[in-house]
């Protein structure tokens, strides 16, 4: 209780209850370092949302693993999902067992959704788990969701060989959904700032640039309009404000056997400000 916690933090910002004072006062100083950190936490949540109803209404997936996902709030990945088929499945996986404790609750009366405490540094272990069996077919489709987590691990972990080891696990024609915390619309001394929030809570944060996030979709179709600010990806059509990025986003998709798609072209899909 006394040590901030990064899905706590997020709650706060989220506007949720589900936090305690030192994860408050982590908040505070984040946001006096960063003043749209609350927005932006605010816009990566409507992302998700975005993106599992593309994925589930638009893309026909009907199995979720939702990597990091955090503590429960409004709008939660199964039921965004299940509004399109109630019999989709959706697996949540933390390392937090708060988070777990949580979502079990949450959970209870839903045979089509699970919730197991897992590690994202140790994948195959993941998808290994009985509950992540039970309710996963590796063999078909999936989405998998990586959603302000690969943030908080550092370079030491090489999360980009942790994202390669779970697009080997997947079936073609399955997506990777990915935002992440950037450090390229805000001060470097803001950025010093922030990451100083997180050196004594639970995990680090580092902020990437641009065409570090661009690597982790390496090898994927990045679905339109490609990796761009988290507020600017498929967004309603009344609200196309610009804002200060300090998420990307993408989905990639894992190409099917035979796909005319290629190396070069899926380079400048990432790289480039929209897919051509």
Not at 43 to 50: E, K, S
Not at 169 to 185: E, M, W
Not at 203 to 225: C, K, M, Y
Request: glycine residues 8%; contains cysteine; proline residues 8%.
């Amino acid at each position: 209780m006394t040590v901030p916690n990064f899905a706590r933090i997020y709650d706060w910002l989220l506007g949720g209850k589900d936090n305690f004072a030192a994860d408050r006062e982590a908040g505070q100083r984040l946001l006096a370092a960063v003043p749209g950190a609350s927005r932006a936490a605010r816009a990566n949540r409507a992302f998700l949302g975005r993106a599992v109803r593309f994925l589930a209404e638009e893309a026909g997936i009907r199995q979720f693993l939702d990597i990091g996902t955090g503590l429960p709030t409004q709008g939660n990945v199964h039921e965004m999902a299940q509004a399109a088929d109630p019999q989709a499945r959706v697996v949540y996986c933390d390392n937090d067992p708060m988070v777990i404790v949580h979502a079990n609750a949450l959970l209870a009366d839903n045979l089509s959704v699970a919730a197991s405490q897992a590690d994202l540094r140790n994948p195959d272990f993941l998808f290994a788990l009985p509950g992540t069996r039970a309710l996963i077919d590796t063999s078909q489709p999936l989405a998998v969701l990586l959603v302000a987590v690969l943030h908080f691990l550092p370079d030491s972990d090489d999360p980009w060989a942790l994202v390669e080891r779970i697009k080997r696990q997947l079936a073609p024609g399955s997506y990777v959904v990915i935002s992440h915390v950037t450090g390229d619309g805000i001060p470097a001394e803001a950025a010093r700032a922030a990451a100083k929030v997180y050196e004594k809570a639970s995990a680090p944060g580092v902020a990437r640039s641009r065409a570090e996030i661009a690597r982790f979709f390496t090898g994927l179709e990045l679905v339109e309009p490609g990796l761009v600010e988290v507020s600017a990806w498929r967004p309603p059509p009344l609200d196309q404000r610009p804002r200060p990025t300090l998420f990307y986003a993408g989905v990639g998709r894992k190409p099917l056997p035979g796909s005319p798609a290629n190396a070069s072209s899926q380079v400048s899909c990432v790289i480039g400000t929209e897919c051509q």
